[in-house]
């Protein structure tokens, strides 16, 4: 196993990645910037790199500075968390340049899944459904009507670069398309440095489903079933949840067999995330193709009791999956909030600052994964996401239960948080029944002031 690895992140999912490593013997070095010199993750680790100022661009995002430190500390691979270098393909590309072992997919297959566009050719070609769709690029706004006509409004504009909900603008009528291709590809370039977008024809009232992979080296595989992502703010998650309420044992592993189908098809390697959109009818359709661990892959590992992280960790080693299909099945229900620093009173507003209480709620099947303490700051820098609170129960009803009481004993204060809107969110009618869909936050929180 690896004598030392380099966490390129910060945050809960430095600390998260962090906490793995030393369960199996592993050193660990934390890279930061100069705004996270007091962070728990650099204290926590075993030795700490500064690659540079606070801006993400010149710190998390460097490249250069990021290889030269694991160099220069001896570390023999690279996790890269979620987000910042998470899904660049240049980056893995100079791992293996430099003799480092990057804790991911190969730079091929990270090309191949994250241009949407090109995703979306490959999940066809694998025999994956995907939503109707621009064949390609669309450059015009005369080119986007010609499409919208075809398939009829509504009509989601989409960035083929980058993820996180960016670049994602839904047009409902010749008008209004217009104005929201416009806005999509000026966002797209902002966010990613690329303006290409495409269409696909927007689904009412769906819900996001994703499935959970691993893939090992000799491309043996597992799908650790579904997380059902669809309370969200602007194609933004905000609550997810294992399993779905909407899932067959027949749907759910005819899904989990397209999603390693599509795994097959660019020799992927290591944990990933397919992204469906589920329709009413019980169709699906490919979204996108994560080539990293998410956010969210906690709530799958309280209902699998798997630890992802670590097998990520024994993949990149060259060792066998540690499991098979055979060995998984679904306990209980889970699900996660994302506590951000955001004002949801204020249509969701950054709230950074200094953080003057921090009490976490405790208990049994109560999980908290943050870095955050008492007199630590949140700059505002970098993502509002600070903590994520998971709860497990013995089915959904238990789970919304023990939610409700550990959001009630929640205390964060110095900042605005979501937990007060994540506490509000398990009142509804409609959430508790598991009639759940994208639209859920604009239409049932909508006293939220919620845009």
Request: zero cysteines; proline letters at 0%; a positive charge.
């Given at each position: 196993m690896f004598k030392k690895i380099l966490v390129a992140n910060r945050g809960e999912v430095a600390l998260r990645v962090m906490r793995s490593a030393r369960e199996m013997g592993i050193k660990t070095v934390a890279v930061y910037s100069q705004a996270d010199v007091n962070s728990r993750h650099v204290s926590e680790a075993d030795e700490a790199v500064c690659i540079g100022p606070a801006p993400s661009n010149q710190s998390y995002l460097v490249i250069d500075n990021v290889i030269m430190a694991a160099l220069n500390t001896g570390a023999e691979a690279i996790h890269p968390g979620y987000g910042f270098l998470a899904e660049n393909a240049q980056f893995a590309q100079a791992c293996a340049d430099n003799d480092i072992v990057f804790i991911g997919p190969s730079p091929d297959a990270i090309d191949k899944m994250g241009n949407k566009g090109v995703a979306r050719e490959t999940a066809s070609a694998a025999g994956v459904p995907v939503v109707p769709g621009s064949p390609g690029a669309i450059a015009t706004v005369e080119e986007a009507r010609d499409f919208a006509d075809e398939v009829g409004y509504p009509v989601l504009v989409k960035a083929s670069a980058g993820g996180g909900g960016k670049g994602m603008r839904v047009a409902t009528d010749a008008d209004d398309l217009k104005k929201q291709f416009t806005a999509a590809k000026t966002e797209s370039l902002a966010a990613f440095g690329d303006d290409t977008v495409y269409l696909?024809?927007?689904?009412?009232?769906?819900?996001?489903?994703?499935?959970?992979?691993?893939?090992?080296?000799?491309?043996?595989?597992?799908?650790?079933y579904e997380r059902d992502c669809s309370v969200q703010r602007r194609h933004q998650k905000l609550i997810e949840e294992a399993p779905s309420v909407v899932l067959t044992p027949e749907r759910r592993r005819e899904m989990g067999e397209s999603a390693l189908q599509l795994a097959a098809a660019v020799d992927y390697e290591g944990a990933g995330t397919v992204e469906f959109l589920f329709d009413q009818d019980g169709s699906y359709y490919f979204m996108e193709m994560n080539t990293r661990i998410q956010v969210e892959h906690c709530v799958t590992e309280m209902i699998t009791d798997r630890d992802i992280v670590a097998e990520q960790i024994r993949i990149a080693y060259g060792l066998p999956l540690s499991f098979s299909q055979e060995d998984l099945a679904i306990r209980g229900h889970a699900i996660e909030f994302r506590i951000n620093a955001e004002d949801p009173r204020h249509d969701f507003r950054p709230s950074p600052g200094r953080i003057t209480r921090f009490a976490i709620p405790g208990g049994y099947g109560v999980r908290v994964d943050s870095y955050l303490e008492a007199g630590a700051d949140v700059p505002p820098f970098y993502d509002s996401l600070v903590a994520k609170l998971l709860v497990w129960g013995a089915d959904r009803d238990e789970a919304i239960a023990r939610a409700k009481r550990a959001l009630d004993e929640f205390r964060v204060e110095g900042i605005a948080t979501t937990i007060e809107f994540h506490r509000a969110c398990m009142d509804v009618e409609t959430f508790g029944t598991g009639e759940v869909y994208t639209d859920f936050v604009p239409t049932e929180m909508g006293d939220w002031n919620v845009k």
């Open positions: 696909e024809k927007y689904l009412l009232r769906s819900r996001h489903i994703e499935i959970q992979i691993l893939v090992d080296r000799d491309g043996k595989g597992v799908y650790l």
